[in-house]
């Protein structure tokens, strides 16, 4: 039997899965690992599990033993492994893609409509007791006939391009290339960012974070948004420059932000909490039970198909 090292605590039944499929050493208090750790416990297993808390970098994957052959990520995004790294050791790795997209794609519209509609300062009136109904109360922005730039047209800008068309939003997007007609549902596609962003009256960050996109949303691309735009993240906190989006909300240049993730999680940067336009959510994109269950199923899937076949249909290095 396989032996495995699985890094994060996961769902009970997924643990019993896994304890069903391989030797798996598994990690019931969710302690969270140091990258020593994850290299020490390693020793004799033939792959590991892991999570986007563990940063599997350079120097971790030349440390780790001969034995393992698989880093399947319990994630879709993978900026927290040294892909190379991997590939030059000869380790695979996974993810899972597609069965987060519509929980995510949920969380990316509910960060839309809490930084529109002024949630954060709703809930803070409500609990205080410290609102009355009137004509004016935190009027906020409407959906309805509002542009989406969509920055990152994979599966799940897609399906929150979707939602967010039956809302009544009209759709823009950026993609490394242009959808097919037969896919894009009537989006306008924008060869650069520039162009994307200048339509954007709300933004949408979907792509994955990579070297291509670390601070992409920055000082100077902050700047093509019309005055008054809302930003959003419901992709990789990697891909904000904090200080200049929270610069961009000092000056009313960003009229909202709705965030779901943050460079250095679990910490953000501490400016976002001074303005009550940041609806800020702790990473839950994929936290609903169906969702974590199929992610974790799928983890340990890949790891079999990748030891029954020698290949994975969601290897990705
Ligand atoms: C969640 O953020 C994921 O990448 O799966």
Redesign the pocket.
């Known amino acids: 039997m396989k032996k495995i090292l699985v890094t994060r605590k996961l769902l009970k039944e997924c643990e019993e899965k896994a304890s069903k499929m391989f030797d798996a050493n598994l990690n019931s208090n969710d302690e969270l690992y140091s990258q020593n750790n994850v290299i020490e416990m390693s020793q004799g297993c033939d792959g590991i599990l892991s999570s ?1 808390t563990d940063k599997m970098d350079a120097e971790t994957i030349n440390k780790l033993p001969e034995s393992i052959k698989i880093i399947s990520n319990f ?3 993978f900026g927290n492994i040294d892909l190379e790294a991997a590939k030059k050791r000869g380790i695979a790795v996974t993810n ?1 893609p597609d069965v ?1 997209t519509d929980a ?1 794609a949920e969380i990316g519209i509910l960060l839309i409509l809490g930084a529109c509609r002024r949630v954060p300062e709703g809930i803070q009136g409500a609990k205080d007791c410290n609102w009355k109904w009137s004509a004016d109360y935190l009027i906020g922005k409407q959906l309805t006939g509002a542009r989406l730039g969509i920055l990152g047209m994979g599966r799940i800008g897609q399906k929150i391009a979707r939602i967010a068309k039956s809302l009544g939003m009209i759709i823009h997007y950026h993609n490394r290339s242009k959808l097919s007609p037969d896919n894009d549902n009537g989006a306008t596609y924008h060869d650069t960012l520039k162009s994307l962003m200048s339509v954007s009256d709300v933004l949408s960050v979907c792509c994955p974070a990579s070297n291509e996109t670390i601070n992409l949303i920055n000082k100077e691309t902050l700047e093509y948004l019309p005055k008054g735009a809302v930003v959003t993240n419901v992709a ?1 906190g990697d891909i904000v420059d904090d200080e200049a989006l929270i610069d961009a909300l000092e000056r009313r240049k960003v009229y909202a932000v709705g965030l779901d ?1 943050y460079k250095g999680e679990p910490n953000l940067n501490p400016g976002y909490l001074k303005y009550k336009q940041a609806f800020i959510l702790p ?1 839950l ?2 936290a609903t039970k169906e969702t974590r269950t199929a ?1 974790a199923n799928l983890a340990i899937d890949n790891i079999e198909e990748y030891f029954k076949t020698g290949n994975c249909k969601n290897k990705v290095n």
Request: charged share 10%.
């Open positions: 986007l994630a879709v995004g899972t987060l995510t990789r993730v990473h994109g994929s992610m």
